[in-house]
T-cell receptor, first 111, second 114 residues
Framework: EDQVTQSPEALRLQEGESSSLNCSYT??????LFWYRQDPGKGPEFLFT???AGEEKEKERLKATLTKKESFLHITAPKPEDSATYLC????????????FGTGTRLKVLA | NAGVMQNPRHLVRRRGQEARLRCSPM?????VYWYRQLPEEGLKFMVY????????ESGMPKERFSAEFPKEGPSILRIQQVVRGDSAAYFC????????????FGPGTRLTVT
């Protein structure tokens, strides 16, 4: 069964303190891995898509990487506005195009 | 370019009533997905539709839940005879194609069953 596990569940960082969020996945065949940001009371906001091991994507202070078993979301010198829940999802190659989500990492960046 | 729109944003229903949730996909998108987010849980897939067709409803409860995406108008998620366990945030997402395209999410409808 396809599965996504995110760690840690929650993370508190001081402003400027870099860290990484982990997304481990088990999937029959990976079509794509997706990172989203979700603010309280809002819908998930798309960040990145990764398709194959070794791929990397960057956007401002965020960088996503992918291996055959996991993905990391690296946050460099975070700011308080980066506080949110970060969600990871996978899409497999069989069947339809539904996403399987992890439960997310709640990030709090303190000023 | 307007994003995915959902309405209502908040919906309160008494047990036994019907709930209708609406989703208008992004312009140019013909693929719609519904997900449910229970408190302290991740987003769970419910159903995937294209215009006038249900492609995958493997995540939808067999009873009381139905979905449609007519040729004209928004996609509708319908929950009949709601129970307290149906209280959740329901998100709609759309994509331009099925494969190799990201899903963009709406703001969600928060259903509360009293």
């Amino acid at each position: 069964e396809d599965q996504v596990t995110q760690s840690p569940e929650a993370l508190r960082l001081q402003e400027g303190e870099s860290s990484s969020l982990n997304c481990s996945y088990t999937v029959s065949g990976l079509r794509g891995l997706f990172w989203y940001r979700q603010d309280p009371g809002k819908g998930p906001e798309f960040l990145f898509t990764l398709y194959s091991a070794g791929e990397e994507k960057e956007k401002e202070r965020l960088k996503a990487t992918l291996t055959k078993k996991e993905s990391f979301l690296h946050i460099t010198a975070p700011k308080p506005e980066d506080s949110a829940t970060y969600l990871c999802a996978v899409q497999n190659t069989s069947g339809t195009y539904k996403y399987i989500f992890g439960t997310g990492t709640r990030l709090k960046v303190l000023a | 370019n307007a994003g995915v729109m959902q309405n209502p944003r908040h919906l309160v229903r008494r047990r036994g009533q019907e709930a209708r949730l609406r989703c208008s996909p992004m312009k140019g998108h013909s693929h719609v997905y519904w997900y449910r987010q229970l408190p302290e849980e991740g987003l769970k897939f419910m159903v995937y539709l294209q215009k006038e067709n249900i492609i995958d409803e493997s995540g939808m409860p067999k009873e009381r839940f139905s979905a449609e995406f007519p040729k004209e108008g928004p996609s509708i998620l319908r929950i009949q005879q709601v129970v307290r366990g149906d209280s959740a945030a329901y998100f709609c997402a759309s994509s331009s194609t099925g494969a190799d395209s990201e899903q963009y999410f709406g703001p969600g409808t928060r259903l509360t069953v009293t």
